[in-house]
């Protein structure tokens, strides 16, 4: 079926004249007989269909509902706005629609059920008219496979843009979509712009997306969904958080982002969680603060960027890869506040084909439980940032970077060390030997041992291992070359506290002085083929593995001074040493 809109303009609302959708369908049929409607001051008022008006007044103490299982919601001039006492003049309709009641549960809370309202809902490849705020829909055509040229504004709390779920393969065409108020809960998408859950595959070309609210997602991907975004223009900006909130970092309570990452925000342009997917093609995606783009549940999820352009403002970060995630980046460009990427327990994050990172703190940081995913740069990709280029916290991984260019700020290409985050701190000071973060039901306990390959690059900079009591570090060499120390070392805050709540913007700033192991794992060295090591300081390893093709220098008017175990050796190529081992840097002699 389709629904054809008309243009035509109404009655001014706000000094605005705006265009609206008029569908030949209206939900529970359609009551245009009065011109005008007043609900008496502690009255009350069950709209029994969708009700055309040309004003409506809600007295003070007034409630206007619809019966179980219904929903009503008022649109002025095609504007969404929130069911409450004042006066409303132009085309004011108020559409009643089947309740969408969506359940919702995560790390073993239950929340809702949520009643979503929706300006068009689609489910298993139709279009649901008693479920869909048509009036809100603006001007356009939208059938059971398409939506084109669609207009959506809303100024009211927790209302969706556009829902795809169930069995549909949807396309949506060039909309535009303003939203203003919080959402409800943006693990569950309610309130989100654009929403896609179940079994949908969904495509949206060239929209349009503006939203400031707390937790006021642009795109949601659940369910076992998948999304294409095509030249998109999407920005978020931060909404004011309720009176009554209390911060809590649990699913479905949650209205702004951890502060234990070290940045602050409340709503983030992109969240993907279950088993979705989402992929972003020659995009814009801007986020105010918290982040632009999220993978956040156990997974799997993927999210794809090709070609696009990801922004923080005044905090946050371009991506978050959480759970069983994996991150690709194609030949895009991160401007951010705080972060490239966040990895969160097993997730993995690629950046690849040319893509540039600029970062006003650290390049990648990876934190919570205890490891396991994959973090790779390669094939001419880019980080300029002020601070450290990765950062990792007190849990393993595996890095490869590879024909990429990285330019560390503060001087540190890698940084390993104890988790600083005070919200992880206080959880495991409760509960000593868990695994902090979240846990991945069904998912083996990952090593916590960093694996650091970096092969055809150029680097100048430090690497420092930091946790030595959580796991070792095997960092390899292969035709690349560092000018730097890479060495054991304890870190200390940059500011001298350890970060609390009220000093979380310092939390992953910290200083590093080389030594010899303070916990029981190690650092394991192998320079392999064409590898060249210049120590720029007196650094220390547990082994060192050099190639008959590999060496390492003295910077000049320096010398080495190797010592193994107390004893003074020969540095040659084409050895292998191993327990307390430092290289002294000292003035060459004469």
Known sequence: MTYQCK?????????????????????????????????ADHATWVVQRTTHLASLRIGQGATVSAQPGRSVTLTVNGVDVPLQPGSYNGDVVLTVTRAIVVPFSMMGKTFGPYHFRAAVYVDNGKLVADKSVLAAAGHGKVTDTSADDLSITSRAEDFNGIVVTGQSTYMVNRPTIDFVGNGGNDFAGFGAAIMASGHARLTVNGAKIRTRGAVRTAVFVGGDSTVTVNNADIETRDGVLPANYKFSIVPGEMMEVPYGLGIYGNVRATNVVGHGTVYYNHSHIKAEAWGALSTDGDGPTKLVATDSLIETVKSGYGAYANGLAHDYFNHCVFNVADYGLVVGGPGSGTFTDGTVVNSRRFGVMMHQGTGGGTLTIEKGSVFNTKSTTIEVKGRGTHIIVDGAKLVPGNGVILQTMD???????????????????MAVPGQQRYSGNVVADFKHVNLKGDIYHA??????????????????????????????????????????????????????????????????????RTSYLTSLSVASSATVRAPNHQQLVLKVDGKTQPLKAGSTYAGKIVIEVKPAAG
């Not at 359609?30 to 409607?37: E, K, T, W």
């Not at 701190?425 to 509960?431: E, L, T, Y």
């Not at 709540?501 to 992953?508: D, H, N, S, V």
Request: proline share 7%; charged share 20%.
């Open 7 to 39: 243009r035509a303009v109404h009655a001014m609302h706000a000094g605005v004249a705006m265009l609206l959708l008029a569908c030949t369908v209206p939900a529970f049929g359609h009551d245009g007989g009065a011109a005008s409607r007043s609900v």
């Open 419 to 437: 988790n600083d985050d005070p919200i992880m701190r206080a959880m495991m000071a409760k509960n000593p030997g868990a695994a902090p973060g």
């Open 467 to 536: 946790m030595t009591d959580v796991g070792e570090m095997d960092l390899s060499l292969e035709d690349a070359s560092i000018d730097g120390v890479i060495s054991l070392a304890t870190t200390h805050p940059a500011s001298g506290k350890e970060p609390t709540k009220a000093t979380f913007q310092q939390i992953g700033d910290v200083g590093d002085v080389p030594g010899p192991s303070a916990g029981k794992y190690g650092l394991k060295l192998s320079l392999g083929d064409r590898a060249h090591w210049t120590v720029a």
